[in-house]
Structure formats: C-alpha cells, structure tokens
C-alpha cells in the first residue's frame, strides 16, 4: 500500500507507524518512507558493521552482538537517562530516555536503526522500546509518533460497531474488501465534515480518538430517553399490564391425579359411593386405613343385593 501511496505523490516523503507486529517493514525498502514502531524486548541487536580492513575474506556485515534491550535498560548508567516532556495523545507525559543507534539485523542488515527507551519516572508502566529509521529523530518525536498511532485503532473499533463494517457477509472474496472499504471511506467522509462543520461554527475542532465522549446509548437503562434526563433522573415506566388469560371461561381447578386417587385409595365416584355409605362429609376424606375395608364394602355391595333378591 505504502508503494502505491508513493507512486501517487513522487514529490513527498513519509512518515509510518505502525505496531510492533509490522516492525519487519523496516526491512522492507519502501520508498521514501521512513517507519516507526515497537522493538520486541529479545531482539538481537549488534553494533554497525566496521570498515572493510583490506584483507582477504568477506567483509564484516555487522558488528559486537549488544544485550537485548531488555538487558541493555538494566545496564544504562543513570547519568544517561534525559528527561523530556512529550505529547501523548493530547497529554503532556513525563518521561525518561536513552537513545542509541544499533543494527537489528534480523530485520535490517544494511541500516541502523535508532532505539528509544522509554522508562516511567514514577515506576508504574514498565520499560518501553521503540525504534525508528529516521535517524534524525529525537526520543520525544518517537514517542509522540508512537503515541499518535492510536487515533487509527479508535477508527477501526468506531467503523466496526458504529458503520458495521465488520457485519456484511458474502460469498466472494470481493465483497469484505469492498465493505471495509466503503466503511472507512464513510467514516473519513463523516469525520471531514464534522470538523468543517465545527470550524464553521466556531467551536474549533479535534481529531478522531480525542475530545470528549459521551456514553453511548445502547449502554444507558432507557436509551430512547437518551439525551432527555439527567445521568441518573430518568422516568418511571408504567407498571406492565396483566396479559388476559387464553380461556376465561375455564375454572383453575385441576383435575385429580393418579396419586390423589392412589392416597384416598378410591377414584372419586368410587369416594362419593363411600361418603353416601360411611357417612363421611366432602371436607373429610377417608382415612387410608381404612380403605381396604371400605373398598372390600363397595365391591360385595352388588353380590348382597343380588342375593336379597332371590330371597
């Protein structure tokens, strides 16, 4: 992309920054670009390559291996270390650096490459390594630079969620690329006239991924009263209303089940039969115990009637 970027304006230089995953790009020749990124803290570092001695045999291409710069911070005198003041996405940071040129060969082995570490006056964030090919840099230009770097992370995840860049699905290869395409040219579309339109009204203007932020609205309680009400005054909802019942008409009384009439040991006509002949009223029911002798009555009932009739 940078190539077809250069291609388009022959007469300027850039400047790229990129994450410490794209750190090989260093390498890479691109032209008239110079790259900013993250060093990883196990890189192989070396010095640059001495001067050909005149001798027989091929010539050096690098020099005495250096510590890592994880290794290389811990062994920085402390008189080294400059305080500088940098801008870190629109804050004023204080920090302490040591800058040193060295050959990382395993990405560059023809240029160097200059290093900043950065270290945390106060001790809270741990070490960081930066590099660049710009070797007229200062530390605080990288560290801005890197530190700038995030406005383009604040787009990705604002062209994900807010345009849906990531929510159309096709078929054909063609069709994501087109769609993050058409997603961030809508999100550039929309940032150049936000800020013309507030340069037209006079309430200045500022980049993507700085300035303040509201919450969004999918994350408050009511977002239709969204903007209407204080952060916590939001309306009381009417209570829900009871849903009407499927069949009016129809009594909630159940019907009994087969463990009922296992307990009272009598189906209920069979119980209506036994409280006409025992005497037992609806509200009492028959005591188990003596369900084998009142199921014993109802089944000999029949044969006693039948005999009194031939009597």
Request: glycine content about 8%.
């Amino acid at each position: 992309m940078m190539i077809e970027i250069a291609e388009w304006f022959p007469d300027r230089c850039f400047h790229l920054c990129a994450d410490g995953a794209y750190a090989t790009l260093a390498g890479a020749n691109l032209p008239r670009t110079k790259i900013t990124s993250r060093m990883r803290r196990d890189a192989a570092l070396y010095e640059a390559a001495p001067p050909p001695t005149g001798k027989r045999g091929w010539p050096r291409t690098k020099g005495e291996r250096l510590p890592t710069p994880t290794a290389f911070s811990a062994t920085v005198p402390a008189e080294d270390w400059r305080t500088i003041q940098a801008d870190s996405r629109g804050t004023t940071i204080e920090r302490q650096i040591h800058v040193q040129d060295v050959l990382w060969y395993r990405v560059n082995k023809e240029s160097l490459v200059r290093l900043v570490i950065v270290r945390d006056p106060q001790g809270v964030e741990p070490d960081d390594y930066f590099f660049t090919t710009d070797l007229t840099a200062g530390g605080a230009d990288v560290l801005s630079r890197y530190a700038a770097r995030w406005a383009i992370e604040v787009c990705f995840r604002d062209t994900k969620q807010d345009l849906g860049g990531q929510d159309p699905q096709s078929r054909k290869r063609q069709g994501p690329e087109r769609a993050a395409a058409l997603s961030l040219w809508l999100h550039a579309a929309t940032w150049c006239w936000y800020v013309e339109a507030h340069r037209r009204g006079g309430r200045g203007s500022f980049g993507p991924g700085t300035g303040p932020r509201r919450p969004r609205a999918s994350s408050m309680p009511w977002p239709h009263y969204a903007g209407k009400c204080g952060p916590t005054e939001y309306p009381k909802l009417p209570a829900p209303k009871p849903k009407p019942r499927k069949y009016p008409g129809r009594s909630l009384t159940r019907w009994p089940t087969r463990r009922d009439r296992t307990q009272n040991c009598e189906s209920p006509h069979q119980q209506k039969r036994s409280r006409s002949s025992a005497g037992t009223s609806p509200g009492n029911p028959p005591n188990p115990a003596t369900c084998s002798s009142l199921r014993k009555s109802t089944a000999m009932e029949p044969i006693q009637q039948a005999a009194d009739s031939l009597a």
